[in-house]
């Protein structure tokens, strides 16, 4: 125990001392927590923005109220005009003259965009936006909405129905989400918070295997390289060795998701912007699948680190171990929406997708008792043996230099039996 522990300890002295990881470890939180406040400060100032509108009407009757309601009922936080709708000061029969002078408008900055509003066909109401930017669509669907209460009103009014009294009778709603907990307790809860609870958990364990698993294949190599290893072996087995430099840079992993989790804690608490809703129950299982599968992608990464002889042939076969732990992240959304659908529960027990999947499914609706024991089992025994095969190529690799080892070699190097 003291060989292993005197090499993890050498691994994360050694790493947690450098410019990089110290940058690393606090710049990263700030780039998160940038890439959520400026977006929304973004949308923010996009709203205080005033828009030149021209608006066609060809059914007769809706630009006048359409016009009054956007003025009026869309303020900026100054009580200004959020929207300015522009008379139009040609004939709208023809649509060849209108759309060349309004295309022209819009091409020199005098206007930002302009609707036209065609006849009613078979109950349906059609409406070309025309704009030099295509936004998300908040401004068409406020003046869809628009129009169609609009056309509404005045069919109501036409038949002799008071549109006020039909309004006044829609009753409001609000609809509150609660999630029942391992416990049978009943949290309330928006989608957005559960969602982002599963990708958090998912996002910290991709980072955490990629950091430790690529400083463990660029450890490896360098030692390799410059002969380090063989002084290494001199004073301790192999496998005190693979032990300790996995336990030492798991160590400077969990050391950065713990300053990560504090800072997102203090930020959360501070802006009071987001809650977790798991229970003990759920926060336990997904810790064991994290440790787990941890362990399963820290193996794959040093077989891959002890069979690489150069810096470039690392770098080149850890970004394909990358791309199958990203993999899972092509699912996300469709897996968040039906978290019990078929491919989801097959894909839980493929071993590359089970750490993933199982996290984001426990964090959404707790998977049935049988689904949880088979992956893990499944899980359990894959690690166990990506282990065993990565402990052989180590014992082996880390003295082989100059030629990258073949597959049929590397099968031959699993084949051995440990003495």
Same mark, same amino acid.
């Given at each position: 125990?003291?060989?292993?522990?005197?090499?993890?300890?050498?691994?994360?002295?050694?790493?947690?001392?450098?410019?990089?990881?110290?940058?690393?470890?606090?710049?990263?939180?700030?780039?998160?927590?940038?890439?959520?406040?400026?977006?929304?400060?973004?949308?923010?100032?996009?709203?205080?923005?005033?828009?030149?509108?021209?608006?066609?009407?060809?059914?007769?009757?809706?630009?006048?109220?359409?016009?009054?309601?956007?003025?009026?009922?869309?303020?900026?936080?100054? &009580? %200004?005009?959020?929207?300015?709708?522009?008379?139009?000061? !040609?004939?709208?029969?023809?649509? *060849? +003259?209108?759309?060349? #002078? =309004?295309?022209?408008?819009?091409?020199?900055?005098?206007?930002?965009?302009?609707?036209?509003?065609?006849?009613?066909?078979?109950?349906?109401?059609?409406?070309?936006?025309?704009?030099?930017?295509?936004?998300?669509?908040?401004?068409?669907?406020?003046?869809?909405?628009?129009?169609?209460?609009?056309?509404?009103?005045?069919?109501?009014?036409?038949?002799?129905?008071?549109?006020?009294?039909?309004?006044?009778?829609?009753?409001?709603?609000?609809?509150?989400?609660?999630?029942?907990?391992?416990?049978? &307790? %009943?949290?309330?809860?928006?989608?957005?918070?559960?969602? !982002?609870?599963?990708?958090?958990? *998912? +996002?910290?364990?991709? #980072? =955490?295997?990629?950091?430790?698993?690529?400083?463990?294949?660029?450890?490896?190599?360098?030692?390799?390289?410059?002969?380090?290893?063989?002084?290494?072996?001199?004073?301790?087995?192999?496998?005190?060795?693979?032990?300790?430099?996995?336990?030492?840079?798991?160590?400077?992993?969990?050391?950065?998701?713990?300053?990560?989790?504090?800072?997102?804690?203090?930020?959360?608490?501070?802006?009071?912007?987001?809650?977790?809703?798991?229970?003990?129950?759920?926060?336990?299982?997904?810790?064991?699948?994290?440790?787990?599968?941890?362990?399963?992608?820290?193996?794959?990464?040093?077989?891959?680190?002890?069979?690489?002889?150069?810096?470039?042939?690392?770098?080149?076969?850890?970004?394909?171990?990358?791309?199958?732990?990203?993999?899972?992240?092509?699912?996300?959304?469709?897996?968040?929406?039906?978290?019990?659908?078929?491919?989801?529960?097959?894909?839980?027990?493929?071993?590359?997708?089970?750490?993933?999947?199982?996290?984001?499914?426990?964090?959404?609706?707790?998977?049935?008792?049988?689904?949880?024991?088979?992956?893990?089992?499944?899980?359990?025994?894959?690690?166990?043996?990506?282990?065993?095969?990565?402990?052989?190529?180590?014992?082996?690799?880390?003295?082989?230099?100059?030629?990258?080892?073949?597959?049929?070699?590397?099968?031959?190097?699993?084949?051995?039996?440990?003495?």
């Amino acid at each position: 125990m003291k060989k292993y522990y005197a090499v993890a300890r050498w691994e994360l002295l050694e790493k947690i001392k450098t410019k990089a990881f110290l940058f690393g470890l606090f710049f990263t939180p700030l780039i998160i927590l940038l890439f959520n406040i400026v977006p929304a400060l973004l949308m923010n100032e996009a709203e205080e923005v005033s828009l030149s509108f021209v608006v066609v009407d060809k059914v007769g009757g809706i630009y006048q109220p359409l016009k009054d309601s956007l003025e009026n009922k869309y303020l900026k936080k100054d &009580k %200004s005009k959020l929207y300015n709708i522009i008379d139009s000061e !040609f004939p709208i029969s023809d649509t *060849v +003259i209108y759309k060349t #002078i =309004l295309n022209k408008k819009i091409s020199t900055d005098e206007i930002d965009a302009y609707f036209v509003i065609n006849k009613i066909i078979k109950n349906e109401i059609r409406i070309d936006y025309y704009a030099k930017q295509i936004g998300l669509g908040k401004d068409q669907s406020r003046i869809e909405n628009l129009v169609r209460e609009i056309i509404f009103y005045q069919r109501l009014k036409s038949e002799g129905y008071p549109y006020e009294k039909i309004e006044s009778l829609k009753p409001k709603s609000n609809l509150v989400s609660y999630k029942i907990s391992d416990e049978g &307790k %009943s949290d309330e809860a928006s989608f957005l918070s559960i969602f !982002f609870t599963g990708y958090i958990f *998912v +996002i910290l364990f991709m #980072i =955490l295997c990629l950091s430790t698993g690529q400083m463990l294949v660029r450890s490896v190599v360098e030692e390799k390289s410059n002969r380090l290893i063989e002084v290494l072996l001199s004073s301790c087995s192999s496998k005190d060795l693979l032990i300790g430099k996995i336990l030492g840079l798991s160590a400077l992993g969990l050391t950065t998701i713990s300053v990560w989790v504090m800072i997102g804690l203090i930020a959360v608490i501070a802006f009071n912007t987001f809650s977790f809703s798991l229970g003990l129950i759920s926060v336990l299982l997904i810790s064991i699948y994290f440790i787990i599968g941890y362990i399963f992608f820290s193996s794959i990464f040093v077989a891959l680190g002890s069979s690489m002889t150069t810096e470039q042939e690392a770098q080149q076969m850890t970004g394909y171990a990358s791309m199958l732990m990203v993999l899972p992240i092509a699912f996300l959304v469709p897996m968040m929406q039906n978290p019990d659908s078929q491919i989801a529960k097959i894909l839980s027990f493929v071993p590359i997708f089970t750490p993933t999947f199982m996290i984001l499914r426990i964090s959404i609706k707790m998977p049935e008792v049988w689904e949880i024991i088979l992956s893990l089992v499944i899980l359990i025994s894959s690690t166990f043996g990506m282990m065993i095969v990565a402990s052989k190529i180590f014992r082996i690799g880390i003295l082989i230099t100059g030629k990258r080892p073949t597959f049929k070699e590397l099968f031959k190097w699993i084949k051995i039996k440990n003495n």
